[in-house]
Each structure stands twice: as C-alpha cells, then as structure tokens.
C-alpha cells in the first residue's frame, strides 16, 4: 500500500530536549515536504526536499531542521524545541512539484507535539 | 480527534443533497489547484485536482470548477454522504519554472457536516 508514514504519532517532550520525527514514503517520490498545522493558520510549510541531499526552507523554517540522505526518507529535526513549536505537523510527498510536473501531495496521519 | 480549526466555517448538508464548497485563491498566477479532505485524526487526503487550462473536471461524485477571472474554486460533492463529513481545504500551486519546486499555499479550510 502506498504511504507516508511518520513516527511518533504522539510526543510530549520539555523545551529544550532534542527530538526528531521521522518521515518515510514507499511511493519512490522525490519531493518531500514538512507542514505544521495551527487552528486558523492552516497548513504551513516548514521544509521542503526535490531530491537527495537538496532541501530548502519554507515559509516557517525557524527552528527546525531537515535531512534527506535517502529518498525515501526525511526526518524533522527540533534540536531545541520550545512551546511555540506544540502543533499537529504532517510530511508529504510527492511524484513531481514543477511546472511540468506537477501532482499531489500525499500526506502522512501526522505527529501531534507538545512541548512543555 | 485532532482539532483542525476552532473557528472554521461550516457547512451543513441533509445526507443525499449536494455539497458545494468554495474556495477564493489569491495569486492569479496558480496554474494548478487541489481539492484535499481531511478527516478528524487523519492527514489529508487527496480528492481531486484540476489544471489552471480546465475549468472543470469530474471524478467519482465530485466535481470541481475553476473561474480564474474571479480567483474561484469549488468542490461538488454529489449525493452527500454521511462518510463525507470531514473538513476540506483547497490548494493552489504556482510553478515559477521548470525544475524549480512549485510553492503550494493551503486555504483554512470548511467544515461539511452531513445529517441524517
């Protein structure tokens, strides 16, 4: 079954204590996206990948960080999370995101985090 | 079940009828639009997607019309469900160029409640 799977689902940390969430697809997709979703904010993009060993900032990069050593893979790394941080956040994928190439994103069930 | 939204528009439907949500996108420039649902607990999932050179597109119970004079999307549900009852949000995607990543923007989202 094609899927975006995230892991943990649920995280309640202390500011402050490193933690990453990890992102997996088995779809072979070479984009990757990080989002985090706040009431009345919507979805927001934290991150995004095109391929191996490129990523790049979204609109709300502040705070975290990304890697992409594998394809399949692009974990979310807060090495200082703080309570501004506490949000539902989602990773996606998909099979093209350009101009000639575009298709939609697939989204993991998301990790809910709260730091304290 | 994870909260989306706390004060998000909603829209009511008697199981049977059909649903018609809207969505106004801001840059005249998106060439292309999806149409996402995204049930309590659940990452967003994709329902249907249309091209910035359509202005309409069917699948199976859904429709979705493009006015791009007036910046509109909508998403036609026919014969509403009590199954469709979840929160649906709209994106829109503008591709700069090719090989560059597309920078999809997300609206907040409306709420479809379905009744028996």
């Known amino acids: 079954e094609a899927q975006v799977t995230q892991n943990p689902r649920y995280l309640i940390t202390v500011t402050g204590k490193k933690l990453t969430v990890t992102c997996s697809q088995n779809m072979n997709h070479e984009y990757m996206s990080w989002y985090r979703q706040d009431p009345g904010l919507g979805l927001r993009q934290i991150y995004y990948?095109?391929?191996?060993?490129?990523?790049d900032k979204g609109d709300v990069p502040e705070g975290y960080k990304v890697s992409r050593k594998e394809k399949r893979n692009f974990p979310l790394i807060l090495e200082s999370p703080s309570p501004n941080q506490t949000s539902l956040y989602f990773c996606?994928?998909?099979?093209?995101?350009?101009?000639?190439?575009?298709?939609?994103?697939?989204f993991g069930d998301g990790t809910r985090l709260s730091i304290l | 079940g994870e909260s989306v939204g706390l004060h998000l528009p909603t829209l009511s439907v008697q199981e049977g009828d059909n649903s018609i949500i809207n969505c106004a996108y801001s840059?005249?420039?998106?060439?292309?639009f999806i149409w996402y649902k995204q049930e309590s607990g659940k990452g967003p999932q994709f329902i249907i997607d249309i091209r910035s050179n359509m202005d309409k597109r069917q699948g199976q119970r859904v429709t979705v019309l493009l006015n791009k004079t007036v910046k509109h999307l909508s998403l036609q549900i026919a014969a509403t469900q009590p199954g469709d009852s979840a929160v649906y949000f709209c994106?829109?995607?503008?591709?700069?160029?090719?090989?560059?990543?597309?920078?999809?923007?997300f609206g907040t989202g409306t709420r479809l409640q379905v009744t028996l």
């Open positions: 996606a994928s998909s099979g093209g995101l350009d101009r000639d190439s575009n298709q939609p994103q697939h």
């Open positions: 990948s095109m391929n191996v060993e490129v990523t």
């Open positions: 840059n005249s420039a998106s060439d292309y």
């Open positions: 994106a829109e995607n503008y591709s700069l160029n090719t090989g560059t990543a597309s920078k999809l923007t």
